[in-house]
């Protein structure tokens, strides 16, 4: 059957949505042409056997309903293959059925075309509305991942080795200058000690490896100027 998008079709005691098909059925026929189901069971079985597989294959299929806790075949069929099968139901009552019948699968069909084309027209703007919003969340989820890592992100060991060197030379320059601090620590030792226990108050970290990798610039102006308190 032909392959259509269906978006809320309108309701129809006449024709009605199987997959993405237009169909009536052998129950509906049967019902509004005033015949026994199974007298158009054998009608249908007989057109089919006259239009060939191809044609059959495309237009009805079998399916089943229920009666009474009881499965029982029925034929759901395109408008193609409605029109075929009540050809020759030809009293003026049956001819006024099939105009109804017709007007039903024709508005059944402008309906469907009239919401396929709203929905083609409104897929680019929704398509980029779409594509923005989740561009927009993508973006954000990637900034929240890139605040995290860089709060949880540490100082790699050339940046290490930075600070490192640049406690060295701020001790050394303060030992060599200033003679109270000479005196207050005696050992050259303490005085490096020192500067380590204040930088990792200052940065609450356990080591200055653990440095924060936004605070690097902090960390080394910080050393850089260091000095020991109360001296």
Request: proline share 3%; net charge neutral; no cysteine.
């Amino acid at each position: 059957m032909s392959q259509l998008q269906i978006i809320q079709p309108p309701v129809s005691q006449l024709v009605f949505i199987e997959g993405n098909a237009i169909v009536t059925d052998s129950l509906t026929i049967a019902e509004m042409f005033v015949k026994r189901h199974d007298n158009v069971m054998s009608d249908i079985r007989t057109q089919m056997d006259y239009a060939g597989d191809e044609f059959s294959l495309l237009n009805f299929q079998e399916s089943n309903y229920r009666n009474r806790g009881k499965e029982y075949p029925k034929y759901n069929l395109t408008e193609e293959a409605f029109t075929l099968v009540v050809m020759s139901y030809n009293t003026k009552e049956a001819v006024q059925m099939k105009i109804k019948f017709i007007q039903e699968f024709k508005r059944m069909k402008e309906h469907i075309q009239k919401q396929n084309d709203q929905q083609k027209q409104m897929s680019p703007l929704k398509m980029i509305h779409t594509i923005s919003s989740e561009m927009m969340k993508q973006d954000e989820r990637l900034e929240t991942i890139e605040n995290k890592l860089n709060e949880k992100m540490t100082i790699d060991s050339y940046q290490q080795t930075t600070l490192l060197n640049a406690k060295l030379r701020r001790v050394e320059k303060l030992w060599g200058e200033e003679p109270k601090i000479r005196q207050a620590f005696e050992d050259k030792r303490f005085l490096h000690s020192r500067a380590w226990k204040d930088f990792k108050m200052a940065f609450v970290v356990p080591s200055y490896r653990d440095t924060k990798e936004k605070d690097f610039e902090e960390a080394l102006t910080y050393l850089k100027a260091w000095r020991p308190g109360l001296i």
